[in-house]
């Protein structure tokens, strides 16, 4: 599974949104009806979106990194623990996608979205992301130049 690429979806007259056919493809044969969308843990007014079951497996390994080996127990009977697993989980929404890959926006997301102008999906590997248009043309140009000073680095070492 292979999130790639970046296209600027506009919202159709019911305000639902597309899952492009190279998304969708990339969604497990038999997790293809839906997916999961989160809100970013770090990044305000960006939602993640993920397969069910790579949102389940992320879900294992942040616990795993988290809490350790007995950690998921700790936080099964400490009703006080912090479980991030738990935090993320709290706000994800599994999204029905009808046959053509149209989905309904629920509406904590549209609004951190601010949806007006269509929604910026971008594929990052093992998840994608929805950003709002106007603020991943900005974090793209930002990235950019982050790019061109790690490519420039690479050699650094060289000598």
């Known amino acids: 599974m292979a999130f790639r690429s970046e296209i600027l979806i506009k919202l159709d007259k019911k305000g639902r949104v597309l899952l492009p056919a190279a998304f969708r493809d990339e969604l497990p044969a038999d997790d293809r009806g ?33 809490l350790g080996p007995k950690g998921a127990l700790k936080v099964t009977l400490d009703d006080e623990a912090f479980d991030p697993a738990g935090y993320l989980s709290a ?22 979205l601010e949806v007006s102008d269509g929604v910026m ?31 420039r680095g690479l050699g650094a070492g060289d000598a």
Do not use: C
């Open 121 to 151: 999906l971008v594929g990052k590997g093992d998840k994608f992301q929805l950003w709002n248009p106007g603020r991943w043309q900005a974090r793209r140009d930002s990235d950019r130049d982050k790019m061109a000073a790690f490519v």
């Open 34 to 66: 839906a997916f999961v969308l989160y809100h970013s843990p770090n990044l305000p007014g960006v939602v993640n979106g993920n397969s069910r079951a790579g949102f389940d497996a992320m879900l294992d390994r942040l616990r795993a990194e988290a």
């Open 91 to 112: 706000s994800a929404r599994t999204i029905a996608m009808e046959p053509d890959g149209r989905f309904s926006l629920p509406a904590e997301f549209a609004s951190v």
